[in-house]
């Protein structure tokens, strides 16, 4: 196991199910597990009062709990205001053992007492299944990695060995694990089919060691992606948050090289860019836990949307030199920014973006 808990918690309904199983027989002798009634499964998993950082101490308590919700759901990034890439989110675990400064769950789930793992994740698929006979001929691109990240932990619940044999079966469902570690183990002896997408979040170094707590290092996450595009996965990269810190420019493009030296372009399936975006109530989050992170005090203005952002020519900047790069490396890779309006798009890449489903459908496809 790659990732520090300090206790493990099971809803009473969940005790038998394969998955606490697994995560028992994985688990180290030392951890605690404490059993708790399928109602107070929320109380019984938070810390102790008195403890400084509650969400931080959340991310070393793992509690397998019964879903009482639907798994599938649109992506939650997705609105009116910006383009939207058609993703659809299914949630089989929330929280994350990593701890990026800027990462949003501080927000979002900023009263959760523990990274949950869902021992129901299997009913997800009757969704899915649902999904398709509804929507004949259509693609879906359906990730795990929204609430938390698709790989942390595998190594104890090895979800992704059931998501891959669903998937694989599944003409017109493309699964993306996204992550930012390089726990690919599980995936290598399995055949995804052509229907599974592995994408890595990638940072050049001085984000990684100033924001990126607890993650690999972005030249792990650039060999595990070599490592699972020979085992037959396609691979996808975001650069997202993108940060304007003042050597910026030279440091994507740094690790752009570094990637296309790993990566040739016609492997890559997509690519997504986003700049650094916050509301005021994760941005007062984020530097209250991190207060000595560089890259949480560039200057930044509060956009329509309610968030701060890099100032819009910065922003524009930044987002043509990543992809004049990307063109000039010779493959026309399918990229897309996330959370921006169309009009930013057509200042980027020159037209208009095509509607949500379309794009959803083209990077589904591959
Ligand atoms: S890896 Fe992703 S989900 Fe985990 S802390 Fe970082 S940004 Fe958040």
């Not at 969940?14 to 708790?36: E, K, M, N, Q, W």
């Not at 509690?63 to 649109?74: C, D, Q, S, W």
């Amino acid at each position: 196991m790659k990732f520090d808990l300090d206790s493990v918690f099971i809803e009473h309904g969940c005790a038998d199910s394969p998955l606490a199983t697994r995560v028992l027989r994985a688990l180290p002798r030392d951890v605690p597990v404490t059993h708790v009634g399928d109602n107070e499964t929320r109380e019984a998993a938070r810390p102790a009062s008195g403890v400084i950082d509650p969400f931080g101490a959340g991310k070393r308590r793992l509690l397998i709990a019964r879903r009482k919700t639907p798994f599938l759901m649109p992506c939650p990034a997705g609105s009116s205001k910006f383009a939207c890439c058609g993703y659809l989110v299914l949630t089989l675990a929330s929280n994350c053992p990593m701890d990026c400064s800027y990462c949003f769950l501080q927000e979002y789930l900023a009263d959760n007492p523990a990274f949950q793992v869902y021992a129901n994740f299997t009913d997800s698929f009757d969704e899915l299944d649902r999904l398709c006979a509804n929507a004949h001929g259509r693609t879906f691109r359906v990730g795990t990695g929204e609430l938390a990240d698709s790989l942390a932990f595998d190594s104890i619940t090895a979800i992704s060995r059931d998501l891959i044999d669903f998937f694989a079966s599944r003409e017109n469902l493309t699964l993306e694990l996204k992550t930012k570690t390089d726990e690919i183990e599980n995936l290598l002896d399995l055949d995804p089919r052509g229907r599974v997408l592995v994408s890595w979040t990638l940072s050049p170094d001085a984000v990684y060691r100033s924001s990126e707590h607890l993650t690999a290092s972005p030249a792990a996450r650039i060999a595990a992606a070599r490592a699972v595009l020979d085992a037959g996965y396609r691979v996808a990269f975001h650069f997202d948050p993108l940060i304007a810190y003042p050597d910026a420019e030279r440091d994507y493009l740094r690790l752009i090289d570094e990637l296309l030296e790993v990566v040739p372009p016609k492997q890559i399936s997509f690519i997504s860019v986003g700049g650094l975006r916050m509301t005021p109530r994760l941005r007062g989050a984020a530097r209250s836990r991190f207060p000595a992170d560089p890259m949480l005090c560039g200057e930044d203005v509060l956009a329509a949307d309610g968030r701060f952002r890099a100032f819009m020519p910065l922003r524009l900047s930044l987002y043509r030199t990543l992809a004049d790069r990307f063109k000039k490396a010779g493959a026309e890779i399918p990229t897309y920014l996330c959370m921006e309006p169309a009009s930013v798009h057509e200042h980027v890449f020159g037209a208009a973006p095509a509607k949500a489903a379309t794009i959803g459908e083209r990077l589904a496809r591959g």
